[in-house]
């Protein structure tokens, strides 16, 4: 019988500023805060399976630098996998177009959909956390993958602690909450 890792996921007001502020140490996600017209961030994510898996998440909205909203993320994955995780995970919001859409209620990217791990002072490579961008980064040398917005969307994830090994496919699902 497979079974889900349910881990618990505490996220107190320090924490996004704390996550903000890792993820603006790389060099290749800050040119992201200067053009985004919005961005989501979930200072911790759960993640953990034996064949049947899953992940969740709270994280905030913010348009202009201040919260616009409380979002969920909830994944389901299926496959070979095996472990747990936790991590943070940025979402960019190009325009006003893709922010309309992601705080529409209910968004989901689909199982296809990638993310670029970001690890300060380390290499890092692309995952498949949930979203937008697909190329590899390496902050740490001169010669970093040109990383664009997709579908009005670019996604960062920052490894906390923890192993998973996956070979699932899977989508992640966001349920926006407006203040």
Do not use: C
């Amino acid at each position: 019988m497979a079974a889900a890792l349910v881990l618990s996921n505490p996220v107190h007001a320090d924490s996004y500023s704390a996550t903000l502020g890792a993820f603006e140490q790389s060099k290749v996600v800050r040119p992201f805060f200067k053009s985004a017209y919005g961005y989501v961030v979930f200072p911790i994510i759960g993640k953990g399976g034996f064949a049947i898996g899953g992940a969740y998440g709270k994280g905030r909205v913010y348009r202009g630098g201040k919260a616009t909203g409380e979002v969920r993320l909830v994944k389901a994955t299926f496959g070979l996998q095996l472990g747990g995780q936790a991590f943070s995970e940025l979402i960019f919001l190009e325009d006003k177009r893709a922010y309309d859409e992601f705080t529409s209620g209910s968004f989901e990217f689909d199982a296809s959909a990638t993310a670029v791990a970001i690890t300060l002072g380390a290499q890092a490579t692309a995952g498949t956390e949930g979203s937008t961008a697909s190329a590899n980064a390496w902050p740490a040398t001169s010669r970093q993958a040109k990383i664009h917005y997709y579908r009005g969307m670019a996604v960062f994830v920052h490894t906390k602690g923890g192993l998973m090994y996956e070979a699932a496919i899977g989508g992640q699902k966001f349920i926006f909450d407006r203040r």
